[in-house]
């Protein structure tokens, strides 16, 4: 089946430093990835929608000066939290559309536990 | 706007027990309806959809169906295992758009 990684697993930085995330489709090409974050029990908010080769598209209220997204292939998304603050620590999790497959069928990451001291 | 709504967890449930776990959503068009499966350290995986009202979606002896009357997408299993402990997602997307909208998810633990 379709596979989507991330790396790292999980990071802890200290206030003030940037930490990049990685997503990779495996064995799939997608035109479209997916950024979310979770906190506790929580559900998973939607953050951005990254279009291979163009700019993302964020959602409402998140800071696209803070969370840098780049979307260079069709297999890799990175996301950077820039000047992490403890606000930030979060679980974040992508997902990655395949251009070839099943209509509305997103496969996604284990996600990222970020944790910012 | 858009939502789902999922009932509270954790549900602990005994190995063979019947299982419901209901979900009601409130969309603006006509939304098609996910079930999404979280084992522990795993990605969230899909386990089964429909696509329009009275469609009923199956997977792995879950099923539940699209009642457009109620706006709900009720997941149910006959009989649990064990290893149907993990964290259960309901979640709509509109037609035409891309994103999906979650619920808050609901835990369920299975005991032998």
């Known amino acids: 089946g379709a596979v989507v990684s991330q790396h790292p697993s999980w990071v802890i930085c200290k206030s003030g430093t940037s930490v990049k995330i990685e997503c990779r489709s495996l064995d799939f090409q997608a035109t479209t990835m997916f950024w979310y974050r979770q906190f506790p029990k929580q559900s998973l908010m939607l953050m951005a929608t990254s279009n291979e080769g163009s700019k993302a598209t964020y959602e409402q209220g998140v800071e696209k000066d803070k969370f840098l997204i780049n979307h260079a292939s069709l297999t890799l998304s990175t996301l950077t939290v820039t000047s992490a603050h403890p606000e930030d620590s979060s679980f974040y999790i992508c997902?990655?559309?395949?251009?070839?497959?099943?209509?509305?069928?997103?496969?996604f990451g284990p996600g990222t536990r970020l944790l910012v001291l | 706007g858009d939502s789902v709504t999922q009932m509270e967890g954790p549900v602990t449930l005994s190995e063979e027990a019947f299982l419901t776990i209901n979900c009601t959503y409130t969309a603006t068009g006509y939304p098609s309806l996910f079930w999404y499966v979280q084992y522990p350290g795993e990605g969230l995986q899909l386990l089964l959809k429909?696509?329009?009202?009275?469609d009923k979606g199956s997977n792995k002896g879950f099923e539940a169906t699209y009642r457009k009357e109620t706006t709900s997408f009720h997941l149910e299993k006959g009989s649990v295992q064990v290893s149907d402990s993990a964290v259960y997602f309901c979640?709509?997307?509109?037609?035409?758009?891309?994103?999906?909208?979650f619920g808050k998810g609901t835990m369920l633990l299975v005991s032998p």
């Open positions: 429909a696509t329009k009202a009275d």
């Open positions: 979640a709509l997307r509109l037609s035409g758009y891309s994103t999906l909208t």
């Open positions: 997902s990655a559309e395949p251009i070839q497959g099943p209509q509305e069928t997103q496969y």
